[in-house]
């Protein structure tokens, strides 16, 4: 029996997902209440903390490109969107694809091959690190956002958000840490033989 490749499954799911929570926030746009601080939807919030990595991937190229988040774009979904989604499949993808590579195990036994995945996995890391530091020195579980700090004032929403943000940091830092020192030790028992 062929096992159900996670490489495809994944980014099919959250694809779905992802368009469906976004469509929920399109469509959900107003605050409960009238109110002048920032609002987003929950279902937005959620959305972009189970997708974290491509979320911030996207503002990262919104700051770089002439691209505005006003561009019309298909379906009812702004171009930024769109990128969002792109980057929700390209993410999910790779979550796969390491899970595939976990149950169904590779030799590594390619000196190239090891490079990369330690070049890869202290890149994850790193980014990890990115993610944990900003978290740390600003976020609204801990700080009120009714006094200035930039927070918005679905706190439902921010806490979600904030709770998956901070898992996601942990979960890169730890694992490419741990993948980084399982390939150092399998290469260092290579030489000692």
Known sequence: ???????????????VLAI??????????????????????TAERLVEGINLPATRIVEIALDVSPWTTDVPGIGGFYFVD?????????????VGKKLDNYQIPKPNTKRGRLVRTAVWDVLLAVYGLYLLIPLLLHNVVFTNPKNG???????????????????WSLLLI?????????????????VVD
């Open 149 to 167: 700090t930039g927070g918005d004032a679905n706190f439902v929403g921010s806490f979600l958000y904030q709770s998956l943000w901070f898992t």
């Open 20 to 41: 469906l929570l976004l469509s929920w926030a399109r469509h959900y746009p107003h605050p409960p209440v009238k109110m002048d601080s920032p609002w987003t939807p």
């Open 1 to 15: 029996m062929r096992r159900i490749k996670l490489a495809w499954l994944l980014p099919l799911a959250q694809l």
């Open 174 to 190: 730890s694992f490419t840490t741990w993948e980084f020192v399982r390939v150092v030790r399998s290469q260092a028992a290579r």
């Open 82 to 94: 769109w990128m969002f989604i792109c980057g929700v499949a390209g993410l999910w993808y790779l």
